[in-house]
């Protein structure tokens, strides 16, 4: 995969939260499906915070790579651990893990609120993946903003990144759904 491929995937969850919160009526979109289950407006908020707590992570793994020197690879690779949590998380759902109280949403946010939110993000991501092209991103290792005992290359955390969000996303739109046929 390579930059263009992976901007290709930010871009995506972009549009398909556009397209979700576009094609859903405010209560829908707050509502949660049954009581164990995230609201779509919790849904998008969760992948707000995930991205607010790995953006720093990523520029300082950047940072460091250009101290370092760390030339771009003809071709990135994901590492082990990369490519096990990118195939978790990928949608449909296999099993449902706890998060960490810090990355659950404190509330349900209007539609256009959240978009906002999320969009603003995305396009800081979006930055930040072209501004690492002239670092290597296999070679680099970042600890997870998930759990600090984690580590994988750069480019498995952009990819995994991107997992997250379609794993949530089709969360979000699964909600709509449920609610629309309980309706």
Same mark, same amino acid.
């Given at each position: 995969?390579?930059?263009?491929?992976?901007?290709?995937?930010?871009?995506?969850?972009?549009?398909?939260?556009?397209?979700?919160?576009?094609?859903?009526?405010?209560?829908?979109?707050?509502?949660?499906?049954?009581?164990?289950?995230?609201?779509?407006?919790?849904?998008?908020?969760?992948?707000?915070?995930?991205?607010?707590?790995?953006?720093?992570?990523?520029?300082?793994?950047?940072?460091?790579?250009?101290?370092?020197?760390?030339?771009?690879?003809?071709?990135?690779?994901?590492?082990?651990?990369? @490519?096990?949590?990118? +195939?978790?998380? $990928?949608?449909? &759902?296999?099993?449902?893990? *706890?998060? /960490?109280?810090?990355?659950?949403?404190?509330?349900?946010?209007?539609?256009?609120?959240?978009?906002?939110?999320?969009?603003?993000?995305?396009?800081?991501?979006?930055?930040?993946?072209?501004?690492?092209?002239?670092?290597?991103?296999?070679?680099?290792?970042?600890?997870?903003?998930?759990?600090?005992?984690?580590?994988?290359?750069?480019?498995?955390?952009?990819?995994?990144?991107?997992?997250?969000? @379609?794993?949530?996303? +089709?969360?979000? $739109?699964?909600? &709509?759904?449920?609610?629309? *046929?309980? /309706?």
């Amino acid at each position: 995969m390579t930059y263009a491929e992976i901007l290709d995937e930010v871009n995506d969850a972009t549009d398909r939260a556009r397209r979700l919160v576009a094609g859903t009526e405010p209560r829908l979109f707050t509502v949660r499906p049954q009581l164990s289950a995230w609201s779509a407006s919790e849904c998008i908020a969760h992948l707000s915070i995930s991205t607010e707590q790995f953006l720093p992570a990523l520029r300082s793994a950047i940072e460091d790579a250009r101290k370092r020197g760390v030339k771009p690879e003809k071709k990135p690779s994901m590492d082990f651990l990369g @490519r096990i949590l990118r +195939w978790f998380l $990928e949608p449909p &759902v296999r099993s449902r893990l *706890k998060t /960490a109280a810090r990355f659950v949403p404190k509330g349900v946010r209007a539609k256009s609120e959240a978009l906002a939110e999320f969009v603003s993000l995305q396009s800081q991501l979006i930055e930040l993946v072209r501004s690492a092209e002239d670092v290597g991103l296999s070679r680099v290792k970042i600890v997870s903003p998930f759990d600090k005992r984690v580590r994988y290359s750069l480019y498995s955390a952009f990819l995994i990144l991107t997992a997250h969000q @379609r794993r949530h996303l +089709w969360q979000a $739109e699964q909600a &709509v759904a449920a609610l629309r *046929k309980a /309706a």
